[in-house]
């Protein structure tokens, strides 16, 4: 989704303003501008397309100014062209505005700026808040934008500078990301992180209708009524390499690489002295007596690991557990109640279908215990519990070490309920505690063995309709798959459960039709194999993943793609790998841009 970066301080802002918005290229775009001011005014450089473009204009018109803001634009309200880019300046070009977000209501606030003679350049909802800005400006910028948002439904970040101050410039949120940066003689904002760490590691995260004053030597944050808050400086603890490619190719292959050590990051600190011990969440075992349902509730891939959660909490816990889309369940109205735990995934924290689910929850009365990978976001903020997956910036709009990362939390959480609740003994905890402790080497064989994977995705990346199958946790960890090979390489793919398979959708398996199926689960193994001869019977092209011990199906399929000997039960953790790793090569195979594909956006901040 879009990105903000704002500066001011002493030195030439362009390369700082352009610099930062590349570093939020990974949250999908499709034109980009800054807005600078200088000693003739604001001056807007702005395009559709890529930064390079906004580069190559930057390069002609050499704007140069002490004081800025820029933005990247995924468009909502309007095609992406030059026009609708942001920023947009008010009409006196007095004001300049970046907006990330969507103001529910334009069309009113765009009728009566109308009748005050403003006239509108763009289709966009943002240029609503430019006029709206000037026409409250009486001289006190802050003022201005605090009259300004309380007249604005909807989400927003916004950073908004003014031809009239080199001083000071203001941003403001509400239900969409904005850091503050706090430098030496120089301050930021910014959609994330990455985009200021080259600068400062210390920054305020802002709450919801917090309004930020910048200065160069100073920020002040204020309410939405005026009055100013003391915020707690949050430093951030990951390098810069965290965030850039380090060598790698892509970024989703740099993640790729990093599941092993994310994934003990997650685990290890959580197993002591042989048992689970989760101390950032507080529910006891009276607390569990009272729950008797959970809903899981994610969108994408989060919701693909709702759906393992679902099939191990279930399992070890003996807790029914219902698994929602978040953009499904805040509009159909679920019955919940003080009785239920609401469990929320995002890796970002900030997906905002996601966080409204979570405020519906909390609306009706059951507590929310997230698992998130962004420390200090929305969603992680209004939780009752959080459960952080120490998985380190994501960066490549794919998920991949998150979704590993989640199911580990998941994992934690299902065998710290059932020990709680007397579900489980000590021997079995103890069974699944060694399977979990061993999962990062695991993972390290399916990564050293990746070539297998890369030779058949060489020879199979023109297909045309890739089909997913699996039977229980199988097809769990099959519609993740499934979903990372389209969203990357663009091939049309579907995830079924395999005995679904001849109730309809095997009419579409024909000769040469590719089909990827998941037998990591001993007691669904022979049954998968009879859909595996159903499918090859009608021509299919089959690659198996399934555990070293099952190799010799290597007789019925086409290629067997191995894991290591691991318990079934976590085997969606170390199969997951080999998966990505099969969606990654056909993409670039094909010459995707892997790391941003198409139409996609990594932080989804609107409905
Ligand atoms: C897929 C992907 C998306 C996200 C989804 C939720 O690779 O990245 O499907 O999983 O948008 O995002 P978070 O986890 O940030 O809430």
Redesign the pocket.
């Known amino acids: 989704m879009c990105g903000i970066v704002g500066y001011i301080g002493d030195k030439n802002c362009t390369p700082i303003l352009l610099n930062g918005l590349k570093k939020l290229e990974y949250r999908g775009y499709d034109s980009a501008g800054i807005a600078i001011y200088n000693t003739h005014g604001l001056k807007v450089v702005k395009c559709k397309g890529r930064l390079s473009c906004l580069e190559d204009r930057i390069n002609e018109e050499k704007p140069y100014g002490c004081l800025g803001i820029g933005h990247t634009r995924w468009a909502t309200h309007g095609e992406p062209n030059d026009v609708n880019s942001h920023p947009h300046i008010s009409k006196s070009g007095n004001i300049a505005v970046v907006h990330n977000g969507i103001i529910e209501n334009y069309l009113k606030l765009k009728e009566f700026l109308i009748l005050q003679g403003y006239e509108f350049v763009s289709d966009t909802d943002t240029e609503v808040i430019a006029h709206l800005v000037e026409y409250h400006y009486k001289g006190d910028l802050v003022q201005a934008v605090i009259n300004t948002i309380s007249e604005l439904e909807g989400s927003y970040a916004l950073g908004v500078i003014s031809r009239d101050s080199n001083e000071e410039f203001v941003a403001a949120r509400k239900d969409s990301p904005l850091i503050v940066g706090l430098g030496d003689g120089e301050n930021f904002i910014a959609s994330d992180i990455p985009a200021i760490l080259e600068y400062t590691r210390d920054v305020y995260i802002l709450e919801d209708r917090e309004i930020a004053v910048l200065r160069k030597d100073g920020v002040k944050v204020f309410n939405h009524f005026g009055t100013e808050v003391k915020k707690e400086v949050f430093h951030v603890n990951w390098d810069v390499s965290a965030a850039e490619k380090s060598g790698y190719e892509h970024f989703m292959i740099k993640e790729i690489f990093e599941e092993p050590k994310v994934v003990r990051d997650t685990i290890n600190p959580r197993i002591k002295d042989n048992s689970i011990v989760l101390d950032d969440i507080h529910i006891s075992p009276q607390d569990l007596e009272n729950i008797d349902k959970i809903f899981i509730v994610?969108?994408?891939?989060?919701y693909h690991a709702g759906i393992v959660g679902k099939y191990i909490i279930e399992k070890l816990a003996g807790i029914p557990v219902e698994v929602d889309l978040a953009s499904e369940f805040r509009y159909r109205d679920p019955i919940i109640n003080d009785r239920n735990l609401v469990i929320i995934?995002?890796?970002?924290g900030?997906?905002i279908d996601?966080l409204f689910a979570l405020r519906e929850a909390k609306s009706k009365g059951a507590k929310v215990l997230s698992i998130v990978n962004v420390v200090g976001s929305s969603i992680a903020r209004e939780s009752d519990n959080v459960l952080y997956t120490w998985a380190g910036p994501e960066i490549a709009?794919?998920?991949t070490k998150?979704y590993n990362t989640q199911l580990a939390a998941l994992y934690l959480i299902a065998l710290d309920f059932a020990a709680k609740k007397g579900t489980i003994d000590a021997q079995a905890l103890d069974r699944h505690i060694q399977s979990l402790r061993a999962l990062p080497e695991a993972i390290e064989k399916v990564l050293s063995n990746r070539e297998n994977i890369q030779k058949f995705a060489a020879g199979h990346y023109n297909a045309r309709s890739i089909f997913y199958i699996g039977r229980g946790l199988d097809y769990a960890l099959s519609m993740e798959g499934s979903?990372?090979l389209k969203?990357i390489s663009y091939i049309h793919s579907e995830a079924y459960a395999g005995g679904e398979l001849k109730h309809g959708t095997i009419a579409l398996i024909e000769d040469g039709t590719l089909v990827v199926c998941s037998m990591t689960q001993d007691s669904l193994f022979e049954k998968t194999v009879s859909n595996v001869k159903e499918v090859k019977a009608r021509g299919a092209v089959v690659m198996a993943i399934t555990q070293e011990k099952n190799k010799r199906i290597d007789d019925i399929v086409d290629m067997v793609i191995t894991i290591p000997d691991v318990d079934p039960f976590v085997a969606p953790i170390v199969a997951i790998t080999a998966m990505q790793l099969f969606a990654y090569y056909m993409a670039v195979q094909k010459g995707c841009d892997v790391d941003k594909p198409r139409n996609l956006a990594k932080?989804?901040t609107v409905e």
């Open positions: 994610a969108c994408g891939t989060a995934i995002s890796q970002s900030e997906t996601t709009v794919a998920s998150a979903l990372k969203e932080s989804v």
